[in-house]
């Protein structure tokens, strides 16, 4: 652990896009500060090992990009434009959903890996210290200080931080630590697979498409370097239910959709199908006076919204800004944070809920019925309440 200090003003943990968006952000507005970003896996290398889910970052994340101060190193990466999306959702005819149409023009579609290795690395240059392959040891709060130990191999490093931010993505690790409930909303998982194009067999369909179907929906897109992805949505229990992370079934389910199975023909699968977690979710508590989540720590979105990243970059901004009011003894950062958060949550799941219901070929089946009932708001009051009630012993 090659720590410049034992005493920092930010302690981050976790070391994705909303962890690297706050300590930018932080940075950026105080260079002076001392901020410490803890990742608990090895730093992530662009061309090595499995690829990683999660790929199409929307067009809105232009204007964060730029106020993070990233908008000019961003565009020298070059990552691949994406001009919108095709769709066969309500009927099984394909129409276009193009980006040219909102006022952001287009969006990217990015390799993932590349992007979230760019993130640390302007973190790097910023002067954040970050440290991999380490995890959060016994913490406790004295005096408005937190004393935290950090372990490395067999190596345990005290620091102090006055303030921690929880980036740790779904497992929102330190809220939980602190008693803090996750509201699942639903069960949705994806089980994906990649796939690579051999010389002689050239990969013809670009762009994204999303195809509903009884159980859930397919998505499929190009990636860098000739490859491809394909995802089932479903819930938990049909997966489960249906074999899906077997091959075999898979590959059948795909090879029977109307639209997803021919832009596959002649790719190779590269590796097994994967499972992975892709419920929505938000923390009962958000935000005390001395930590606060940012990214899909705090929240997280289903991947048909493509947001998950625009919400890293936004809440990654905005929590600095709660963060920086925080540190000079003022809790109205805060409390506009969690307003904020909890508006884009209440607005995203009535965007949601009118998505799925434009779905209504299979309107009787688990997967369909469970997403047609309306969502609960969250309101003012169970966030304000928590906020208040809440200290940390
Ligand atoms: C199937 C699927 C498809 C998706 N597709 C898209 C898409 O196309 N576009 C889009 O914008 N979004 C997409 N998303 C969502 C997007 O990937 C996430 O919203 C985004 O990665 C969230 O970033 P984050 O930094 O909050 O969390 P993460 O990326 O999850 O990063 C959290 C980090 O914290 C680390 N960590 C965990 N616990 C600890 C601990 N105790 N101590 C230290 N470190 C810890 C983890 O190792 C990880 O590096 C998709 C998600 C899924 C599941």
């Known amino acids: 652990m090659n720590l410049t200090h034992t005493t920092y003003d930010v302690l981050i943990l976790g070391g994705g896009i909303a962890a690297c968006a706050t300590a930018i952000a932080l940075k950026k507005n105080r260079p002076e500060l001392k901020v410490l970003v ?19 970052l929307s067009p809105q994340s232009f204007q964060y990009l730029q106020e993070l101060g990233l908008w000019e190193a961003f565009q020298e990466q070059r990552f691949d434009r994406s001009y919108g999306t095709s769709a066969a959702w309500g009927s099984s005819q394909m129409y276009q959903n193009e ?57 345990v490093v005290r620091i102090q931080a006055r303030f921690i931010v929880d980036a740790t993505g779904k497992k929102a690790a330190f809220a939980c630590s602190q008693g803090v409930i996750k509201e699942k909303v639903d069960s949705l998982v994806g089980a994906f697979r990649f796939y690579e194009f051999p010389l002689g067999h050239e990969n013809t369909s670009q762009g994204i498409l999303i195809e509903s179907d009884v159980n859930g929906w397919w998505y499929s897109t190009h990636l860098a370097r000739g490859r491809f992805l394909v995802a089932y949505m ?14 075999v079934v898979f590959e059948t389910e795909l090879h029977a959709t109307r639209h997803t199975g021919l832009r596959l023909i002649g790719a190779k699968p590269l590796g097994d199908v994967r499972l992975g977690a892709a419920h929505s979710q938000y923390l009962s508590t958000l935000a005390t006076e001395n930590w606060l989540a940012v990214g899909d720590a705090a929240m997280s979105y ?92």
């Open 38 to 56: 803890v990742e608990r896996k090895p730093r992530i290398k662009r061309n090595k090992g499995s690829m990683r889910i999660g790929e199409s």
């Open 234 to 247: 479903t819930d938990a229990d049909i997966a489960r239910e249906t074999n899906l992370k077997n091959n």
């Open 99 to 155: 980006f040219m149409l909102s006022p952001f023009g287009y969006g990217w579609n990015l390799d993932r890996k590349a992007f979230d290795d760019f993130m640390i690395s302007e973190a790097i240059e910023k002067d954040v210290d970050i440290t991999f392959n380490t995890q959060l040891g016994d913490y406790i709060e004295i005096d408005k200080t937190w004393e935290v130990c950090l372990h490395k191999n067999e190596r």
């Open 302 to 393: 289903d991947p048909l919204s493509s947001m998950g990243m625009l919400k890293g970059l936004s809440s990654g901004l905005f929590g600095a800004y709660a963060v920086l009011d925080s540190l000079q003894g003022n809790n109205e950062g805060i409390q506009k944070y969690i307003h904020v958060m909890q508006s884009q949550w209440n607005s995203y799941m009535k965007k949601r809920h009118s998505y799925y219901l434009e779905e209504q070929r299979f309107s009787e089946t688990p997967f369909w019925k469970r997403r047609a009932s309306l969502p609960q708001n969250i309101t003012n009051q169970s966030f304000k309440t928590t906020y208040h009630e809440t200290s940390i012993a």
